[in-house]
């Protein structure tokens, strides 16, 4: 690899990777079994040698070997020396291991308050009522300054919210008890695909995913998906909040030399087919603006149907390993494919596609005017790193001596708006009851009065004098209390 170029492989010449054009994103597709996942481990490696950190989530377990030298096996170093790959070597790549269950990796964590209304009723799929009543929620906590750190503090507001409807009708408009029943119970799906896991303190910096060794590599970070994708609202609520988060914080850096970070998103077909549709509009939105921040976005799935048209579009960057095309939807899978190359007048694109063998793929990627480059068939190269899984001891060692180790390993649970809220209808119960108390004993003075005055026959002024008083004190206390009550709940 050149200071400037990522080695992808060999067809009629060296078929490489422009750096100054990888934030203009990629797609990488195929069949099971031909080969993306070594494609996606060797755009990685180049990558993280050209000083690039990268993202990607291993959704069956194969990715991690990336964090291990390679064994130096004879089939890899005769196909390295069949396409002149003379500096073909074996090494680890630094790695950083993520799990949102916090079980081979490092926990990720962000809160509610981060995760903001809009995204949560889009991820949730809430109604337009359920959105707009979470919206006045949030503005509520905000107001009062309660802290939305988990879901337990979502629910608590949720609750308080009902309770207090008439309250804040006024102010904002109805907010009906079935509405916030409705949004109940979606956070209950999402607290049992996981959410509880995810929502919480500390919460991810997005910069420890932009690391870079003391030798000026990139970390690649390893995201455990094999659990997580069977809970897709949840796999989607984490893809959402981590590309709004790079493209929120991170400033314009138009067209640089190489990209800040790249992005892979293994099986992306489960994220397109089990998100809900703001999701999938976020996303279309988010890769046509995210190229400006220096972060380039390469999506691998099976199938280029799988991605929608709007995104397909974005990609400029292809590699194409083997479809098959047994049945009429993958007959226009393959088509669709074709279609999307620059022809080579060498040979017929649609016909190539399922004639590829393993390890062998169709590449066409932007030259430095940010023109495709014409289709080739090209035997991509062997990785550097073990292809395949790792062994549990092996990512535990890899874990503990990882640059954030320590940091969100454990989990805090300050005080937010659970423990006030709590708290304050603790209070509201204390005072119903001195409420009471008062209001029985002030019926027990009122008919001793009026006990005391049959039998003298009236009623003194001074025995007027101190009834009225004490109904004054009596109002006046309670007046106090509500007041209280209220003034703490505006406070807030």
Same mark, same amino acid.
């Given at each position: 690899?050149?200071?400037?170029?990522?080695?992808?492989?060999?067809?009629?010449?060296?078929?490489?990777?422009?750096? !100054?054009?990888?934030?203009?994103?990629?797609?990488?597709? @195929?069949?099971?079994?031909?080969?993306?996942?070594?494609?996606?481990?060797?755009?990685?490696?180049?990558?993280?040698?050209?000083?690039?950190?990268?993202?990607?989530?291993?959704?069956?377990?194969?990715?991690?070997? %990336?964090?291990?030298?390679?064994?130096?096996?004879?089939?890899?170093?005769?196909?390295?020396?069949?396409?002149?790959?003379?500096?073909?070597?074996?090494?680890?790549?630094?790695?950083?291991?993520?799990?949102?269950? @916090?079980?081979?990796?490092?926990?990720?964590?962000?809160?509610?308050?981060?995760? @903001?209304?809009?995204?949560?009723?889009?991820?949730?799929?809430?109604?337009?009522?359920?959105?707009?009543?979470?919206?006045?929620?949030?503005?509520?906590?905000?107001?009062?300054?309660?802290?939305?750190?988990?879901?337990?503090?979502?629910?608590?507001?949720?609750?308080?919210?009902?309770?207090?409807?008439?309250?804040?009708?006024?102010?904002?408009?109805?907010?009906?008890?079935?509405?916030?029943?409705?949004?109940?119970?979606?956070? /209950?799906?999402?607290? $049992?695909?996981?959410?509880?896991?995810?929502?919480?303190?500390?919460?991810?910096?997005?910069?420890?995913?932009?690391?870079?060794?003391?030798?000026? #590599?990139?970390?690649?970070?390893?995201? !455990?998906?094999?659990?997580?994708?069977?809970?897709?609202?949840?796999?989607?609520?984490?893809?959402?909040?981590?590309?709004?988060?790079?493209?929120?914080?991170?400033?314009? /850096?138009?067209?640089? $030399?190489?990209? #800040?970070?790249?992005?892979?998103?293994?099986?992306?077909?489960?994220?397109?087919?089990?998100?809900?549709?703001?999701?999938?509009?976020?996303?279309?939105?988010?890769?046509?603006?995210?190229?400006?921040?220096?972060?380039?976005?390469?999506?691998?799935?099976?199938?280029?149907?799988?991605?929608?048209?709007?995104?397909?579009?974005?990609?400029?960057?292809?590699?194409?390993?083997?479809?098959?095309?047994?049945?009429?939807?993958?007959? #226009?899978?393959?088509?669709?494919?074709?279609?999307?190359?620059?022809?080579?007048?060498?040979?017929?694109?649609? $016909?190539?596609?399922?004639?590829?063998?393993?390890?062998?793929?169709?590449?066409?990627?932007?030259?430095?005017?940010?023109?495709?480059?014409?289709?080739?068939?090209?035997?991509?190269?062997?990785?550097?790193?073990?292809?395949?899984?790792?062994?549990?001891?092996?990512?535990?060692? %890899?874990? #503990?001596?990882?640059?954030?180790?320590?940091?969100?390993?454990?989990?805090?649970?300050?005080?937010?708006?659970? $423990?006030?809220?709590?708290?304050?209808?603790?209070?509201?119960?204390?005072?119903?009851?001195?409420?009471?108390?008062?209001?029985?004993?002030?019926?027990? !003075?009122?008919?001793?009065?009026?006990?005391?005055?049959?039998?003298?026959?009236?009623?003194?002024?001074?025995?007027?004098?101190?009834?009225?008083?004490?109904?004054?004190?009596?109002?006046?206390?309670?007046?106090?209390?509500?007041?209280?009550?209220?003034?703490?709940?505006?406070?807030?």
């Amino acid at each position: 690899m050149s200071d400037s170029t990522i080695f992808i492989g060999q067809s009629t010449k060296r078929e490489e990777l422009f750096l !100054a054009m990888a934030n203009r994103h990629g797609l990488v597709t @195929g069949a099971t079994g031909t080969g993306k996942t070594v494609t996606l481990q060797i755009l990685a490696e180049g990558f993280c040698d050209a000083g690039v950190p990268v993202f990607a989530a291993d959704v069956k377990g194969d990715l991690a070997g %990336i964090a291990m030298e390679g064994e130096p096996k004879d089939a890899l170093i005769e196909r390295a020396k069949s396409m002149g790959f003379d500096d073909y070597g074996f090494e680890a790549i630094p790695t950083i291991f993520w799990d949102l269950f @916090g079980l081979q990796g490092h926990p990720i964590r962000t809160t509610i308050s981060d995760m @903001g209304p809009l995204m949560l009723s889009r991820l949730m799929g809430l109604t337009d009522a359920q959105e707009g009543a979470l919206n006045i929620a949030f503005k509520i906590a905000d107001q009062e300054g309660l802290a939305l750190l988990d879901l337990k503090d979502l629910r608590a507001l949720l609750k308080d919210l009902a309770e207090r409807g008439k309250e804040i009708t006024t102010e904002y408009g109805n907010v009906a008890a079935p509405t916030i029943g409705g949004i109940q119970r979606r956070l /209950v799906v999402l607290e $049992e695909q996981g959410g509880n896991h995810f929502f919480g303190e500390p919460a991810l910096d997005i910069h420890d995913f932009m690391r870079t060794t003391p030798g000026g #590599k990139g970390y690649m970070n390893v995201l !455990a998906a094999d659990k997580l994708i069977s809970s897709p609202q949840l796999y989607a609520t984490f893809l959402l909040w981590m590309m709004s988060e790079l493209f929120e914080r991170l400033p314009e /850096v138009g067209d640089p $030399e190489k990209p #800040k970070m790249v992005f892979f998103f293994d099986e992306a077909h489960l994220l397109f087919s089990d998100a809900p549709a703001g999701l999938v509009q976020k996303i279309e939105q988010t890769v046509k603006l995210i190229r400006s921040k220096g972060i380039g976005i390469y999506f691998v799935t099976q199938n280029p149907l799988d991605v929608p048209e709007s995104v397909l579009a974005q990609m400029g960057n292809r590699i194409q390993h083997a479809l098959r095309a047994y049945t009429p939807r993958e007959a #226009k899978a393959v088509a669709t494919a074709a279609s999307t190359f620059r022809p080579n007048p060498a040979f017929k694109t649609e $016909e190539a596609i399922t004639q590829l063998g393993k390890g062998e793929a169709l590449v066409s990627v932007l030259d430095l005017k940010g023109v495709p480059s014409m289709v080739e068939r090209t035997m991509i190269r062997p990785p550097s790193s073990r292809m395949g899984p790792i062994t549990p001891e092996e990512r535990q060692k %890899i874990i #503990k001596n990882s640059p954030v180790y320590g940091s969100y390993e454990e989990s805090e649970d300050r005080e937010s708006a659970y $423990e006030i809220l709590t708290k304050r209808a603790e209070e509201r119960g204390v005072a119903a009851e001195q409420q009471k108390a008062d209001q029985a004993a002030q019926k027990e !003075a009122d008919q001793q009065a009026r006990a005391q005055g049959r039998t003298s026959g009236r009623e003194t002024a001074t025995d007027r004098f101190v009834k009225n008083m004490a109904s004054t004190a009596g109002r006046q206390i309670g007046n106090i209390i509500i007041r209280g009550i209220l003034g703490g709940l505006k406070k807030w």
